[in-house]
């Protein structure tokens, strides 16, 4: 089993930064991929980025490359997102996941992933 808890959401306005933050805990390995998702109201659930847990590999969407970044801190035991240059369509629930086997073709798949956190939600002012 594997527990993910999301912090770090709240309001933030166009071109600006913010910090979203994934602490994992439990059966975790090297292999293993932790990747962000978002859903937007009335949208379905988006790949953001993705990195496995040793830290050593990343996978991005297209949308976000630039100005998202996705890193592990592992004194933490945390994956982070860090959003810059913000935009309003930046604006959606952001979730963390974890899968088995960290891989550049299943990374941006929700199904893929067994483990879900609660999300925290950002939204961006225009």
């Known amino acids: 089993q594997v527990q993910l808890v999301e912090s770090g959401g709240g309001l933030a306005q166009a071109g600006g930064s913010l910090r979203l933050s994934c602490a994992a805990s439990g059966r975790i390995f090297s292999r293993n991929g932790l990747a962000w998702f978002r859903q937007a109201p009335g949208k379905e659930r988006q790949f953001v980025a993705g990195i496995r847990w040793s830290g050593d590999s990343t996978s991005y969407a297209d949308s976000v490359k630039g100005r998202l970044t996705i890193s592990r801190d592992k004194t933490k035991n945390t994956v982070d997102l860090q959003m810059n240059n913000m935009e309003y369509e930046d604006t959606a629930t952001y979730y963390c996941?974890?899968?088995?086997?960290?891989?550049?073709?299943?990374?941006?798949?929700?199904?893929?992933?067994?483990?879900w956190g609660q999300g925290t939600t950002v939204n961006v002012s225009a």
């Open positions: 996941a974890a899968n088995l086997v960290f891989d550049q073709r299943t990374a941006p798949i929700a199904k893929a992933h067994a483990y």
